[in-house]
């Protein structure tokens, strides 16, 4: 498993708001909601659609092609077409940063 | 943070291209095509998302920053390059070898010669029959214009063959090119093969990487122009380092009763991108496409096929198989098109994926496009995993996992293998998939 990287201060994300970043050559959503922080990967499951830049609405992110929704705590599909989870990642708070990790 | 890549890069700018073409030294007609497209190229944005040919290719981890022109100034120490897999134990007639876009070597045999056979790197080809490569450069399927990546290449092109057949000359010996890729190095070969009527020949192309940890950056075209009554057996062998960016475009043309038979491997590369098209234009002609991919950790493959029948009676056979580990992913979008009046036509497409691992993924969009009323047109794509049956009745006879997994998968392709007539091709491809099949529980 890889090591934590900083990848924004916490005052870049608005409490709620996301974020796009590439950690190791690979692009994450960075969710700041509900005071933590959460990572995943910026891909919808069913069609490689830009999850990124989906509406969020409380812990669900809603992907902007066909409208498929994830739980951002868990990567999980909560609404069709998307079938399966999108992979998450460790995201942490210390001090005024925030911290990523990549699974896998 | 931003994720695009920024519209124009130093290196890549218009004071850098008019230094870059004034080192070329070519001839005013080619400065005019090169001007053209390069204005092209600064002109497009760069491919996004939103796009329906790039919705699954995501690369904006690509960055063109990261890259420079090749350095028409490089010497290539022809001695120290590797040769290849395909010409391994054949006797070939002709051989190109580019580093980084610089030539290594380029050698065709008087026998050839005698024929008329014209064959060799680009820059040599065009100082000497500047007039046979302005008939043909950039007149057939390949545009510069289709999208950024086929301006830029158009545009700053270096390195590359060109092969010219004459009418009804029968080439025997295989004509071999290899492009190969340094640390960091750029590749923006253009290889220009020309059939003319009743003429044969068979050309092995491929590409590497001279390290497979070092990242590169593959920006090619392959035209190919066979004429009425000609025969051409065509393979394009990729095997770049996983670090490479490629992008290709691969376009082909085919006359009345002629033939092309194309072999494609795709086993390396971080990303590819590749739209490889056959237009099948007078009566009578017809295509046969075998193509193998392969992949492996987080390699991203995306295949985007075209058969264009734009004349009556022809027929087009396009069979890929893709076997697909660990989190790697395919994309083959498949397009058979029937122009109006090209009736009689016969077109056949289909892809068969095996996924090895629960992370893998491959997505597959056959398309038909048919403006005639009187054709046959067949389409179609399976994707499955490997049958545990199989893998326990193998074990059961003595095997190892391991030998059960990499017999099984030698069967899925031998369907495609069966369709290679080459038997140093078959056996390139046979031994690198062989190699790269893991053990999975």
């Given at each position: 498993?890889?090591?934590?990287?900083?990848?924004?201060?916490?005052?870049?994300?608005?409490?709620p708001?996301?974020?796009?970043?590439?950690?190791?050559?690979r692009?994450v959503?960075?969710?700041?909601?509900?005071?933590q922080?959460?990572?995943?990967?910026?891909?919808c499951?069913?069609?490689?659609?830009?999850?990124?830049e989906?509406?969020?609405?409380?812990?669900?992110i809603?992907?902007?092609?066909?409208?498929?929704?994830?739980?951002?705590?868990?990567?999980?599909?909560?609404?069709?077409?998307?079938?399966?989870p999108?992979?998450?990642?460790?995201?942490?708070?210390?001090?005024?940063?925030i911290?990523?990790?990549?699974?896998? | 943070m931003?994720?695009?890549?920024?519209?124009?890069?130093?290196?890549?700018?218009?004071?850098?291209?008019?230094?870059?073409?004034k080192?070329?030294?070519?001839?005013?007609?080619?400065?005019d095509?090169?001007?053209?497209?390069?204005e092209?190229?600064?002109?497009?944005?760069?491919?996004?998302?939103?796009?329906e040919?790039?919705?699954?290719?995501?690369?904006?981890?690509?960055?063109?920053?990261?890259f420079?022109?090749?350095?028409?100034?490089?010497?290539?120490?022809?001695?120290?390059?590797?040769?290849?897999?395909?010409a391994?134990?054949?006797d070939?007639?002709?051989?190109?070898?580019?580093?980084?876009?610089r030539?290594?070597?380029?050698?065709?045999?008087?026998?050839?010669?005698?024929?008329?056979v014209?064959?060799?790197?680009?820059?040599?080809v065009?100082?000497?029959?500047?007039?046979?490569?302005k008939?043909?450069l950039?007149?057939g399927?390949?545009?510069p214009?289709?999208?950024?990546?086929?301006?830029?290449?158009?545009?700053?092109?270096?390195?590359?063959?060109?092969?010219y057949?004459?009418?009804?000359?029968?080439?025997?010996q295989?004509?071999?090119?290899?492009n190969?890729i340094?640390?960091?190095?750029?590749?923006?070969?253009?290889?220009l093969?020309?059939?003319?009527?009743?003429?044969?020949?068979?050309?092995?192309t491929?590409?590497?990487?001279?390290?497979?940890?070092?990242?590169?950056?593959h920006?090619?075209a392959?035209?190919?122009?066979?004429?009425?009554?000609?025969?051409?057996?065509?393979?394009?062998?990729q095997?770049?380092?996983?670090?490479?960016?490629?992008?290709?475009?691969?376009?082909?043309?085919?006359g009345?009763?002629?033939?092309l038979?194309?072999?494609?491997?795709?086993?390396?590369?971080?990303?590819s991108?590749?739209?490889?098209?056959v237009?099948?234009d007078?009566?009578?002609a017809?295509?046969e496409v075998?193509?193998?991919?392969f992949?492996?950790?987080?390699?991203?493959?995306?295949?985007?096929?075209?058969?264009?029948?734009?004349?009556p009676?022809?027929?087009?056979?396009?069979?890929?198989k893709?076997?697909?580990q660990?989190?790697?992913?395919?994309?083959?979008r498949?397009?058979?098109?029937?122009?109006?009046?090209a009736q009689?036509?016969?077109?056949?497409?289909?892809?068969?994926?095996?996924l090895?691992?629960?992370h893998?993924?491959?997505d597959?969009?056959?398309?038909?496009e048919?403006?005639?009323?009187?054709?046959?047109?067949?389409?179609?794509a399976?994707?499955?995993r490997?049958?545990?049956?199989?893998?326990?009745?193998?074990?059961?006879?003595?095997?190892?996992?391991?030998?059960?997994?990499?017999?099984?998968?030698?069967?899925?392709?031998?369907?495609?293998?069966?369709?290679i007539?080459?038997?140093?091709?078959?056996?390139?491809?046979?031994?690198?998939?062989?190699?790269r099949?893991?053990?999975?529980?």
């Amino acid at each position: 498993m890889s090591e934590f990287v900083r990848v924004a201060a916490l005052s870049e994300i608005p409490d709620p708001g996301k974020n796009v970043y590439e950690v190791d050559d690979r692009f994450v959503i960075v969710i700041h909601a509900g005071g933590q922080v959460y990572c995943l990967d910026d891909v919808c499951t069913h069609d490689d659609g830009p999850l990124g830049e989906g509406d969020l609405e409380g812990y669900e992110i809603e992907c902007p092609r066909h409208g498929a929704k994830f739980d951002i705590r868990t990567g999980k599909p909560t609404l069709m077409p998307a079938t399966q989870p999108t992979q998450v990642h460790e995201a942490k708070i210390e001090g005024d940063s925030i911290f990523v990790r990549l699974v896998d | 943070m931003s994720v695009q890549a920024a519209p124009t890069v130093d290196q890549w700018n218009a004071e850098a291209f008019n230094s870059y073409v004034k080192q070329l030294g070519e001839p005013e007609w080619l400065v005019d095509l090169r001007q053209n497209a390069f204005e092209a190229f600064e002109e497009m944005g760069w491919p996004t998302r939103k796009e329906e040919e790039w919705m699954r290719t995501d690369i904006r981890g690509f960055n063109l920053k990261k890259f420079d022109p090749p350095k028409l100034d490089e010497v290539v120490d022809a001695a120290s390059l590797p040769s290849g897999v395909l010409a391994e134990g054949v006797d070939i007639g002709g051989q190109v070898i580019s580093l980084n876009g610089r030539t290594g070597r380029s050698t065709v045999s008087e026998e050839l010669e005698a024929k008329g056979v014209i064959f060799g790197d680009f820059a040599t080809v065009l100082a000497e029959h500047g007039d046979l490569v302005k008939k043909y450069l950039f007149q057939g399927e390949f545009d510069p214009n289709f999208d950024k990546f086929s301006a830029l290449h158009a545009a700053f092109f270096s390195g590359g063959a060109f092969l010219y057949v004459p009418r009804n000359v029968v080439v025997e010996q295989p004509l071999h090119v290899l492009n190969l890729i340094g640390d960091n190095g750029v590749d923006l070969a253009h290889t220009l093969i020309v059939l003319e009527e009743g003429a044969q020949a068979t050309v092995l192309t491929e590409s590497a990487s001279l390290d497979d940890d070092q990242p590169g950056f593959h920006c090619g075209a392959i035209e190919v122009v066979v004429g009425d009554r000609a025969n051409l057996r065509f393979v394009n062998l990729q095997n770049w380092g996983h670090k490479v960016w490629h992008f290709g475009q691969q376009k082909g043309s085919v006359g009345r009763d002629g033939n092309l038979f194309w072999t494609l491997g795709a086993l390396g590369s971080r990303l590819s991108k590749v739209n490889q098209h056959v237009a099948l234009d007078g009566p009578g002609a017809h295509c046969e496409v075998n193509g193998v991919l392969f992949t492996e950790g987080k390699q991203h493959l995306s295949y985007h096929t075209q058969q264009y029948h734009r004349a009556p009676n022809c027929t087009s056979n396009f069979l890929y198989k893709a076997a697909l580990q660990d989190h790697s992913r395919t994309v083959w979008r498949g397009m058979i098109k029937v122009a109006p009046g090209a009736q009689k036509t016969d077109g056949y497409q289909r892809i068969d994926n095996l996924l090895l691992t629960e992370h893998s993924r491959a997505d597959s969009i056959p398309g038909l496009e048919i403006e005639a009323d009187d054709v046959r047109c067949t389409h179609g794509a399976t994707t499955g995993r490997v049958d545990e049956e199989q893998i326990f009745y193998a074990m059961a006879r003595g095997f190892t996992r391991k030998e059960a997994m990499r017999m099984i998968v030698i069967g899925f392709f031998q369907q495609v293998f069966d369709r290679i007539t080459l038997e140093s091709v078959r056996e390139a491809l046979g031994h690198a998939i062989a190699r790269r099949v893991r053990e999975y529980e």
